[in-house]
């Protein structure tokens, strides 16, 4: 192996990191991210935050399609979403054949942390998974709200909206009997992130949460729409669900962001909402090892619930 070549053991495979001192991703301009050390990210900094978060990453991952965000020269570099898995790649990383329009798409996804290093490798800087699994694929187990605030500013400056609508949504979320977290995206917004069954189907799944949505931007029209046109909605931030449809997907927990600081999605705490430092970039590659060994997500994800009473009380609410 050459200089610019390191092994490491993840598991029982051998992964290969090619060019780990290559510069990849820039800091903060004014190191003002938190947990942003400043200068410059390198692709051996993407592999070992994706080797360290692993444990903790993978669960979130295993059994889903992936689309894939990778930068091969960086963030100066051009950008490829994939999808269809390369020939290349060995034949210990699983695949899932998925129906599409006129054929199949063989997407990627990653069942363990070997998986994950390897991805790494092959410049892959943001993981975006699907809400469903290989084996059930028009039967999401995850509902996702996104929160996408207008106007233009600093993370810092556009986050009170976001921080008032995901307690709305979290609010009635539990009003109508479902369990709900949070996690911030490493951009600009959050996510709701709802627990369902498997059973119902991925349009069952995309109507209620646009029910959800209905409801609260009609309770709430000066702060809150569902129009997905820009120009449609003034300053008003939008509830998103459209990541609900087939074939949506949403990023991944702990993914890092192809953006100057390497901000990370990571789950939070509602708690945290109420901390002033908390916002859509506040965790980036330096830091997020230490959200996750929190486990904000704690017990959540064992307990996924039917959608047919909460549509009942929802409805209730509605007519109310």
């Known amino acids: ?6 092994t490491v053991r993840a598991g029982r495979r051998t992964v290969a990191l090619h060019r780990p001192d ?3 991703l820039p800091g903060a301009p004014d190191g003002d991210a938190t947990g942003d050390r400043g200068g410059t990210y390198t692709k051996g900094d993407l592999f070992d935050y994706y080797r360290s978060v692993a444990p903790f990453m993978v669960p979130h991952l295993r059994g889903r399609p992936l689309m894939l965000e990778r930068h091969p020269d960086g963030l100066s570099g051009p950008r490829f979403m994939q999808k269809d898995t390369p020939g290349h790649y060995p034949d210990w990383i699983t695949r899932a054949e998925v129906p599409k329009q006129g054929g199949t798409v063989t997407h ?4 363990d942390s070997a998986s994950l290093l390897y991805l790494a490798d092959q410049a892959c800087v943001t993981l975006h998974r699907w809400l469903s699994r290989a084996g059930r694929i028009d039967r999401p187990d995850r509902m996702v709200f996104d929160l996408d605030p207008a106007g233009e500013g600093t993370p810092e400056e556009v986050f009170g909206p ?6 709305l949504v979290g609010e009635l979320l539990d009003q109508v009997g ?3 977290a949070v996690m911030t995206t490493g951009s600009r917004g959050l996510h709701v992130v709802v ?18 949505a209905e409801l609260l931007a009609a309770a709430h029209p000066d702060r ?9 909605r003034g300053e008003r931030l939008y509830l998103d669900v459209q990541r609900n449809g087939y074939a949506q997907t949403a990023v991944a927990p702990f993914s890092v962001r192809a953006r100057p600081g390497a901000p990370v999605a990571v789950p939070i705490a509602w708690e945290q909402l109420d901390d002033p430092a908390t916002h859509a970039a506040r965790w980036a590659l330096a830091d997020a090892l230490e959200q996750a060994r929190a486990d904000p997500w704690a017990g959540l994800l064992r307990s996924p619930r039917a959608l047919g009473p909460a549509r009942r009380k929802l ?4 007519g109310a």
């Not at 192996?1 to 390191?6: G, P």
């Not at 990627?108 to 069942?111: E, L, M, Y």
């Not at 809150?224 to 449609?232: G, H, I, S, W």
């Open 1 to 6: 192996m050459s200089s610019s070549t390191r």
């Open 22 to 24: 290559k510069p990849f």
């Open 108 to 111: 990627t996804v990653c069942d």
């Open 162 to 167: 976001v921080r008032e609508a995901a307690r």
């Open 178 to 180: 479902l369990p709900s």
């Open 195 to 212: 627990p369902v069954n498997g059973r119902h189907h991925v349009d069952d799944v995309r109507d209620f949460a646009k029910e959800v």
């Open 224 to 232: 809150l729409t569902t129009a997905a046109r820009k120009k449609d």
């Open 315 to 318: 409805r209730a609410l509605r």
